[in-house]
Structure formats: C-alpha cells, structure tokens
C-alpha cells in the first residue's frame, strides 16, 4: 500500500505504544515482519521546550524505515513546530495522536480529547501538512464515549485538511482497552474514505489479522498488545495472510531467549545499563510468560539491574527446562 507518496509493502504494522514500543523493540518488530512502526507518542509542548525525553524519543534508526513519528497535543502552531523539529530525524511519516484515552493525555485536551472537536482536528492535521513534507496521517478511536462517536466526521475533517492516511482503533476513549474492539468502524471508514485505513484493536494472532483484513477491508492491520514478548506475531501473521493460510512453527524456547536477549541488549545500547535495565524489566516478564516456573522468573526479573543479571537468569531458565 501507499501513504501519499510513502511506499509500505506489507500488511502488518507495530502500533506505537508509550513505554514499551521504543526503538529497540520496534527494530527487533521489523527484523520479524513488521511493514510499518510508529514511535512513541512525543508531547509537542515538550519538544517545543526542547525537553530531552520528549528528543530522544524522535530517534528513529536506519532499518525501520518506512516508519512515522507521532506528536501530540492540540495547539495547531506548536503541533506545525514539533513537526517541524520532528524532521531532523527523517521519519517518513508524521503521525498525529487522536486516540490516547490516558487522563493525563485526555484531560489536558490532547489525545482523544480531540475527537469531541473534530474542526480542531482538521486544523491540526493542516498546520502539520502546511509545516512538513512528508505524509501526515492520524491515529483516532471510535469516539470519545457513546454520545459522540465521531471518528467518520474526524477522518473527514484530517483528509480534506491534508491527512493522508487513518488509522482506527475501534473503542471509544472511556472504553480504554475493554470489551471487544468494533471492527464495523473501521469498514465503515474503509467504505467512506479514499485514503488508506489501518484497522486497530484486537489482533491478537495471525487469525484474527486475517479475519479483520477480511471483514473490513482494512489496507493493513496494526498490532499492539500482542507483540508485546511475541514479535515472532509479524512472521505468523505475513504467513498466514499472504502465504495461503500457511501456520508455522511457534518459536523455540532457545530461539524465544535469544530473541529476549538481543532485545534488552540493544536497550541498554540506546538507553545506557541503569535505565535500560529498569525498562526490560517488563519486557522479560512478557518473554518468560509460559515458561515453565515463569511466575518465580518473572518476579525476579522485576528485580534486574545489570545485564549480566539477564543472563544468569536465562541460564537458571534454561536448566528448568
Ligand atoms: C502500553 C500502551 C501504550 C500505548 N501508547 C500509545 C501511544 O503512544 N500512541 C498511540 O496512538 N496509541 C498508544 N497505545 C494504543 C495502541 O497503539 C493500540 O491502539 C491499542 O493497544 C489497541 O491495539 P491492540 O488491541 O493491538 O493492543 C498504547 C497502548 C498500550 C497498551
């Protein structure tokens, strides 16, 4: 599929997730499949004050592109700024966050606050169209709650102010994570619009990527949750869709240790030791979950603090095998 003039060839992409989907695990999504990664959300204010956090967080490397950056926030001019900054970094895409539901995020009017004011949406997604050369696309929800479901009438807005692609998250933001996403409106926005849609919410495995690629019409699905310590996601899913239905193999235990472990170590790279450590905390509890022992394992590994740490508690995992 296309982004404006962006070229992505596949049919799964990695959500941006704060916390987790850094540039270290969105390089080891790529390495396994994944078509198309989008950065953590970063604050446009915060960049605008040249926060270093909210700067280190643009960094993008060589092998995830085609890949976005997403900035939130809801002044259109400091929005055009950010994404002006945001270049320095050569993202291929700018993404901007309609869709975060967080209270700290929402209740400032960034995020999916938005969706309540769907014109300020399309001023948005002009200032940052006016501002930068690249594609601008937005991440939205169904709505804010029940009472205004607005994502039709926001889409509609960003595309004639410049957006050149949506991606959908079927749940309002009062819904948060549950129940079931709905998967109507993100067909509903297929039907509707001429610019690629990116359907989100609940893809949990490669079946259910092919069923929302079926049912809706999306142009390609967008994982989240369930990449997370199972990136080997991308493969299946590729397989699956684009090779006849065609299941492989799960990953070895070897394979799923030595996956976690090129995974932390490039976090300690980009993050230095300390803080890395404290980070792949969580990540290795999502790798050990299923193996045998794994709640005694991932309490330690909430205990981590150097990488050699890492690895004496892969050797005790191997030899409980
Ligand atoms: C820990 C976490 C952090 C997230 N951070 C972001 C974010 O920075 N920007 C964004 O647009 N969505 C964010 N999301 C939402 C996801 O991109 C995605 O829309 C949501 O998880 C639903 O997809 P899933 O069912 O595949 O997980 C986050 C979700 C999670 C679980």
């Known amino acids: 599929m296309k982004i404006k003039n962006v070229q992505i060839d596949g049919i799964v992409a990695l959500a941006p997730m704060a916390g987790v989907a850094d540039r270290a695990f969105r390089e080891i999504c790529k390495e396994m499949g994944a078509a198309y990664v989008v950065s953590e959300m970063v604050s446009s204010k915060g ?25 939130f926030g809801n002044e259109p001019e400091t929005m055009a700024q950010a994404a002006k900054t945001a270049m320095q970094f050569k993202p291929d895409i700018l993404d901007i966050n309609m869709g975060c539901p967080a209270p700290k995020i929402s209740g400032n009017g960034n995020g999916c606050a938005l969706m309540k004011t769907p014109k300020l949406c399309g001023e948005i997604v002009k200032a940052v169209a006016n501002a930068v050369d690249v594609p601008v696309t937005i991440k939205i929800r169904k709505g804010f709650d029940e009472e205004s479901l607005t994502a039709l009438e926001v889409a509609r807005y960003c595309v004639d102010n410049g957006a050149s692609a949506v991606t959908i998250h079927g749940r309002t933001a009062k819904q948060m994570y549950k129940p079931y996403a709905d998967w109507e409106i993100i067909a509903k926005l297929k ?46 899913i590729n397989e699956y869709v684009l090779n006849n239905k065609n299941v492989i193999p799960l990953p070895t235990a070897d394979e799923r240790l030595l996956v976690m472990q090129r995974h932390i170590k490039k976090i300690c790279e980009y993050k ?14 999502y790798y050990l979950k299923g193996f045998h022992g794994a709640a005694a394992f991932r309490n330690e590994a909430g205990r981590l603090c150097t990488y050699d740490d890492l690895l004496r508690l892969v050797e005790k995992v191997k030899n409980s095998m």
């Open 47 to 71: 960049v605008s004050y040249k926060n270093e956090r909210s700067t280190e967080l643009m960094e993008v490397s060589e092998i995830e592109h085609p890949c976005a950056v997403q900035l």
């Open 272 to 285: 230095g030791e300390k803080i890395g450590m404290k980070e792949a905390r969580k990540h290795i509890a």
């Open 191 to 236: 039907q509707e619009l001429d610019v690629p849609v990116i359907g989100n919410g609940d893809v949990t495995d490669a079946k259910t990527a092919f069923e929302m690629l079926q049912q809706t019409g999306c142009d390609m699905v967008m994982v989240g949750r369930a990449a997370l310590g199972n990136p080997w996601i991308f493969k299946q």
